[in-house]
């Protein structure tokens, strides 16, 4: 089974230039999605799209920035759920900038999708939360008598 | 019995958490339990009731492995981010060499 997205694409352009727009919120806001990201390690920041209930997200990507090395690697966290406080997509992006004698290599990485680990997670999370639900039910129930 | 149900009790969490390394026997699994083999094979039985597992006769074993399904989501998040990183890259391209345009020529 996949586990990683790997992408790798070259553009006819500096480093410093590609890292300016990977780096700049109002650019990354172009290109990618509108964002508050700052250039700055253990930085929290989100994405806003739009919401694609089927897929059993609300809109928002949750990050952090964990690693920075300016004009060369940029890493962050990449996290996402149905609503706020429940994660289903925790994800890591990495993106790396390689200089070459005609521009750039970029080589994008989005990994950690987990399979059956994330998969029982939730089933274990949904279950904890039935409980929860039926035995709040039955205390509800048991003060109507 | 629902799946809810199914993954409610502790030995079946166990059973389930075995099969995410590997498929493994019907005896394989009652060997990490000290509960004897018919009750092991009572909560195979719930599992695959709940489909949560799968069973496959295979020479003189069954198997049990988890069922797929599970995947489906992780499979669709895959085949969608593919698709929207090869896009946004585009995008990308497009401004750089927008705000670029000297650097162009080479395209």
Known sequence: ?145 | MDPFQAIADPSRREILMLLTKDKLSINALAGNFDMSRPAVSKHIKVLYEAGLILIKDQGRERYCELKPDGFDAIKNWLIFFDKFWKEKLQNLENLLNQRNPKNNESN
């Open chain 1, 1 to 145: 089974m996949q586990r990683d997205i790997v992408i790798k694409w070259h553009f006819a352009h500096p480093p410093e230039k590609v890292w300016e727009c990977l780096t700049t919120s109002d650019l990354v806001s172009q290109w990618l999605m509108k964002n508050d990201f700052k250039p700055i390690v253990g930085h929290k920041f989100n994405f806003y799209t739009k919401p694609m209930p089927k897929m059993g997200f609300d809109g928002i990507v949750y990050c952090q920035v964990l690693e920075i090395i300016p004009n060369q690697k940029l890493v962050y966290t990449w996290k996402g759920g149905p609503e706020p406080g429940i994660t289903r997509l925790d994800t890591l992006l990495t993106w790396t900038l390689i200089p070459e004698a005609d521009g750039t290599r970029l080589i994008l990485e989005h990994s950690g999708f987990m399979g059956w680990k994330n998969y029982l997670t939730s089933i274990f999370m949904e279950s904890g939360w039935k409980k929860k639900i039926i035995r709040r039910f039955g205390q509800v129930l048991s003060e109507i008598k």
